[in-house]
Structure formats: C-alpha cells, structure tokens
C-alpha cells in the first residue's frame, strides 16, 4: 500500500539530523526526504542518470528563478521532483498517464490515510 | 513535459503555497506508489535511506576528516594530494557520483564552497545541504561579493584574506578543512571532532574554540 505521510523528518533530531543547529530545515514538507531518497535508490540500481538528472535539475531551476520577484519560497524541492519526474517518463520507466492516474488516486484518499 | 504535469498546473492558474505543497505531495506519493507498484523500489527502502542520511551520514562525517587533518600532517598531505583515498583512513565513504576535493582555509586564505547553477554539496561528508545553500541569493551573491555575503552570515574575515569561492560541480565536490581554533592543542582528536560545524566546513563560519572554564 501507499507508504505513510506523516512522516516528518523536520522535527528529528541527533547530530546527522536535517540541519536544524543553525535554524534551518533542509526539508519543509515530508514528501521532500522521500522524493529524494527516491532518487538516490533510483541512481544506486542504475536506473537514473545521474548527470542526465542533474542537467533536468538545473533546468527546472533556471525555468523557476524568473518567478522568484514575488514573496514566493524558493521551491528547490518543486523543480527537483519535476526533474524527476522528467526524467522517468522521458526513460519510459514510467508513463506520464500512469502518474497522473495514481495522482488521482493518492488525491481522492482520505486525508489521513 | 508529461501530462500529468499539466493537469496540476492548469493554464492561468498558478498555485501557491499550502496548495501547491498539497499537489506537490501527491505527485510525490504517486510516482512513489507507481515505482513500488513496480516492483523498482519498496517504502522501507526509502524509510532506510532517509534514516541514514539522518542519523549515520552528516556533518560528523565531515569532522572526522577535520580533526584528523588537524592532528596529523601526514594525513592532511594525504588529503590534499587524493582526498578520495584519504578518506578511507577514517572509515567515510568517498560516494560514487563524483570526487571530493579539500580546500585547506590557512591565515591569510579563506575558502567558501558554493554551487552556481544548483545545488552540487558533499553530500557524502556533510549530510544534506542547509537551506540557504540552496536559494538563488547565496549562489549568486558568494561568488560577486563574497566578503559582504559571508560578513552577513555572521564571519567577518580582515580585508588583507584573500577568499576563495569554489564552484561545485557534477565532476568535483569541495570540502572546505577550516583553521584549527587556537586554545585547543590540549584538546584530542575525539573532542576536536566535536567542535567541526557544518557551516565551517562550508566556509561561511570559522571553528570556535570551546568556552573555557
């Protein structure tokens, strides 16, 4: 089944912890680690590019930093889960169709599910 | 640009805050579940290396490298000429995706360590990347007018220091070994370790010396 939500990495704590000594959070939504522990499995099996990955990356935030004038928050984590997405879709590892129907799927689940 | 996208952001309207997390986490969780579905990857394998990105890789790696550098020269040589094989002596895992470089700060020399076009970060020394690292500002401003930005991030360097600002890339990662403070040369290779901040081996803060007594 689907995995947890409520996974909050923010308020962990112990010296390795997402850096919160000098008052920042390296994550500011719980869908952020595991999208990026995603990735980083994805790379180890050698299913991801990781240059390849890097270039869509530095794309999206090129694409992005033109927004950036209103009070908006700097959305790194935005343009690497496009990145990501990209990528597999573009590798045929997954279908766009097959996202955006799960995406309707995880949307229509009970708010604390 | 795939469909799906489209559909979470329609034309002419553009999500913002709570709305756009919300959305964000759902295709986040989607393509998760269509990975697991799959059979590429499984949740506790995400649970895992996320747990290990928090508790075993981190700074501390970063500072074993440190206090090393600072109480053996023989290691510190090591480190310059091949980081990569250096750092095996201390039991850290140099990572695959590309090579480790050190910067060594000395008086007069300071190094900062930046990412111009993303965020490129020892990941594998220094856990993950703070926040700031990451925004369009710090990138930006630490390679025009590093004494300033630095001087706002609360390190005020003599205007005599020349400063360095590497620009990481897919190819090289840096590591920046700070000053050894002074007072500490009672202090062992353990509790020096305990001193070494992220940020100094980032090269936007110095490593102070513990309060004494």
Known sequence: MSPAMNSDL???????????????????????????????RLQEQGLLDWERFRQGLIGQIADHEPDLSHSDEYDYWGCWLRALEDLLTGADIVAADELASMADTVAALPPDH | MSNDQTEAHPPGHHLHGPELVEAQAVRAQALE???????????????????TWNRRI???EGAK????AWVDDGFRARLADDATAALAEVGVEPGRLERLEVVMNEP??????????????PWTVLGLPPSWYKSPEYRSRIVREPRAVLSEMGLELEAETTINV????????YVVIPERPA?????????????????SMIGV?????????
């Open chain 2, 33 to 51: 579940t269509v990975l697991v579905d799959k059979g590429i990857l499984t949740p506790a394998e995400v649970d895992e290396y996320i747990e």
């Open chain 2, 166 to 173: 590497w620009d990481s890339s897919s190819e090289v990662r």
């Open chain 2, 205 to 213: 803060a110095r490593v102070e010396a513990p309060d004494q007594p």
């Open chain 1, 10 to 40: 923010t308020d962990s704590d112990g010296p390795g912890a997402p850096p919160r000594a000098n008052g920042e959070l390296v994550f500011t939504a719980p869908w952020q680690p595991r999208v990026f522990a995603t990735t980083m």
């Open chain 2, 108 to 121: 007069g020399v300071h190094n900062v360590v930046c990412c111009t076009l993303c965020s490129c970060y």
């Open chain 2, 58 to 60: 981190g700074p501390l």
């Open chain 2, 65 to 68: 490298v440190v206090a090393r």
């Open chain 2, 183 to 199: 007072g500490t040369e009672n202090l062992n290779e353990d509790e020096l370790r305990g001193l070494v901040t992220r940020d």
